[in-house]
C-alpha cells in the first residue's frame, strides 16, 4: 500500500546512477584491480607505492575512473622513460576490459520499474558525479537512452597535451552520443550533496516539490541533498557499499578528499541522517511507496 505521508501522485522521478541503478562498485573493483594486479607482478613494483601515486593523479583529475592513467604514473614513467605506457602495458588493459565487461549490468528489477514510470506518465530524471563519457556510455549499453529523460553530469576531465577527442575516437560521433536523452552538465566542482543542482533541475522541470522522488544510495550525499531541498527522499539501500571489502581500495586511490572518506566512515558507523523511505531489496520496492503519473 502507499505510505500515508506520499503525495497523491508523483510526477518526476530524479535518480542517482552508480550504485542505484547498477553496481558501479563491483564493474569498478574488477576492472581497476585486474589492471592493479596486472602492474604489481609485471613490474616488481609494490601495491602501495602504486596506490599512492595512482590517487594522486585521480585527485588531480577529479576522478576514478581516469582513461589515461597508466601513462601518468611516475614510477611506470621511471621504469619506461620515453614508452608510450598504454602500449607497454596493453594487456593489462585489455584484462581491465574483460574485467568490465563481464561485471557491467543493471540490477535485477530496475530496467522494469523505469518501463513502469514512463508507461505512467512519469518524468525520469538521472543525476551522477561520474563524468559524462562514462555516464552516457553506460546509460547507452544498459537500454535507458530514451527511458531516462534527462542525464545531468559533469562534464569530461581534461585530455592530456597533445590528445583531443577526434584522435581518440574510431567511430563517428553520434556513435558516442545519447540519441534520444537529453544530455546536460552540471557546473564545474558542484558535488552532492549540494543541493543547488537539485533544486535546479526541478525548477527547469517545473514540477512541485511534493510531486518529485529522489532516490539513491548515499546518505551522506542523496539523501541528504534530496531532504534539503524538501522532496520525498527515498534511500537506495541495496547499493549501499561501504561495508564491502572491495570499498577499502576504492578509499585509497579515490579522487575523494581525506575529509569525505572520514565523513563516510563515520555514517556507515551510525546513522547520521534517517532517510524517509527505504528501499531494501531493489528499486522494484518503489511502486508500491507511493502513486505514480499525472
Known amino acids: 500500500m502507499p505510505d500515508e505521508k506520499a503525495p497523491t501522485r ?4 530524479v535518480t542517482d546512477l552508480d550504485n542505484t541503478l547498477w553496481d558501479w562498485l563491483e564493474t569498478w573493483y574488477a576492472s581497476f584491480n585486474a589492471l592493479l594486479q596486472y602492474l604489481v607482478a609485471e613490474t616488481g613494483l609494490s601495491q602501495q607505492v602504486l596506490e599512492g601515486e595512482i590517487r594522486t593523479i585521480h585527485q588531480r583529475r577529479g576522478t576514478s575512473e581516469y582513461s589515461y592513467l597508466l601513462n601518468e604514473i611516475p614510477s611506470l614513467q ?4 620515453d614508452e608510450d605506457l598504454a602500449t607497454r602495458f596493453q594487456d593489462g588493459i585489455h584484462r581491465y576490459r574483460l574485467a568490465r565487461k563481464a561485471t557491467s549490468k543493471l540490477y535485477p528489477g530496475v530496467i522494469e520499474t523505469l518501463k513502469s514510470l514512463k508507461e505512467r506518465g512519469v518524468t525520469i530524471i538521472g543525476y551522477t558525479e561520474s563524468l559524462a563519457y562514462h555516464s552516457a556510455s553506460r546509460i547507452k549499453k544498459f537500454g535507458l537512452d530514451g ?12 585530455l ?3 590528445v583531443t577527442s577526434a584522435t581518440l575516437r574510431s567511430q563517428p560521433s553520434e556513435y558516442y552520443e545519447l540519441r534520444i536523452t537529453k544530455h546536460k552538465h552540471t557546473a564545474k566542482g558542484v558535488l552532492k550533496p549540494d543541493p543547488s543542482v ?7 522541470a517545473g514540477t512541485p516539490p511534493e510531486q518529485v522522488v529522489y532516490i539513491g544510495d548515499s546518505l551522506m550525499k542523496d539523501v541528504a541533498m534530496a531532504q534539503a531541498v524538501d522532496v520525498n527522499d527515498v534511500w537506495a539501500r541495496y547499493g549501499v557499499a ?3 571489502a572491495e570499498y577499502d581500495l576504492l578509499r585509497r586511490v579515490s579522487h575523494w578528499s581525506d575529509d569525505d572518506v572520514e565523513r563516510e566512515r563515520r555514517i556507515a558507523r551510525g546513522t ?3 532517510p524517509t523511505h527505504t528501499l531494501n531489496c531493489g528499486m ?5 511507496i507511493f502513486k505514480f503519473g499525472a
Open 284 to 288: 522494484g520496492e518503489l511502486l508500491s
Open 198 to 204: 537539485l533544486t535546479a533541475i526541478i525548477q527547469e
Open 10 to 13: 508523483i510526477t518526476l522521478v
Open 160 to 162: 592530456p597535451n597533445g
Open 78 to 81: 621511471r621504469l619506461h622513460p
Open 272 to 274: 547520521l541522517i534517517t
Open 147 to 158: 527511458i531516462i529523460d534527462t542525464l545531468y553530469s559533469p562534464r569530461d576531465h581534461d
Open 242 to 244: 561501504h561495508h564491502r
